[in-house]
């Protein structure tokens, strides 16, 4: 079965702090990944996807099929970074997104 | 362009009760797909229109239906209302041809007495 976990639903951590939002998933064949983001009061936005390998806001994933995860990184968090996080998985050739529960960011100053 | 809009933002109802809630997709896209948001949950799959007809369902039960407008906006409808319908119900936009993203909406908020 196709599914997306995320084992935290609340990190916490200073500013300036490294973070590393965790994502597995279960899923037989080569899925696309992504991370959504919603900030306060925001509608549910793309934060970044794994083929496009960039880094959103300097924000980071790498796809690693070994061990069937794709962690989001920061290497110095802002407390603008303070958001819901979810880690989605498209299954190949279809539009439908799978999400995992999410995991809440706090920033503290 | 406003990206995606959904009507209405909020809605009360009671159990056995049926709903309609709209969605209109970003400029530019054909493709609608719905998604409901339970409390601290990610968002599930229900459904999704391209060219007014379903091209993909999740596990939802036949209470809940759709449509699609031949200006790609779409209806989710959803009959016989239980307490556990309650919840966040997202619209996302795409192109069926592109590899861009979804684009989600700001979501309706139903709740179910």
């Known amino acids: 079965a196709q599914r997306v976990t995320q084992p935290e639903k609340l990190l916490s951590v200073f500013k300036g702090a490294p973070v590393e939002l965790k994502c597995n998933y279960s899923y037989s064949g080569s899925p696309e990944l992504f991370w959504y983001v919603q900030y306060s009061r925001q509608r549910l936005q793309l934060l970044l996807r794994h083929i496009s390998r960039e880094s959103i806001k300097g924000f980071t994933a790498d796809l690693n099929k070994g061990e069937t995860s794709f962690h989001l990184k920061k290497p110095f968090a802002q407390e603008e970074d303070s958001a819901m996080y979810y880690c989605?998985?498209?299954?190949?050739?279809?539009?439908?997104?799978?999400f995992g529960t999410g995991t809440r960011l706090q920033v503290f100053p | 362009d406003a990206g995606v809009t959904q009507s209405p933002t909020h809605l009360i109802k009671t159990r056995g009760q049926q709903v309609t809630l709209r969605c209109s997709p970003k400029?530019?896209?054909?493709?609608v797909s719905w998604y409901q948001q339970a409390l601290g949950q990610g968002p599930q799959f229900i459904f999704q229109y391209y060219e007014e007809e379903e091209r993909q369902r999740g596990n939802f039960p036949d209470r809940f239906s759709g449509h699609q407008f031949p200006n790609y906006s779409s209806e989710l409808n959803v009959n016989a209302l239980l307490l556990g319908d309650s919840a966040l119900y997202l619209c996302a936009s795409s192109s069926y041809l592109s590899t861009d993203t979804q684009y989600f909406g700001p979501g309706t908020r139903l709740t179910v007495l």
């Open positions: 989605a998985l498209q299954s190949y050739n279809t539009d439908k997104l799978i």
């Open positions: 400029s530019g896209h054909d493709t």
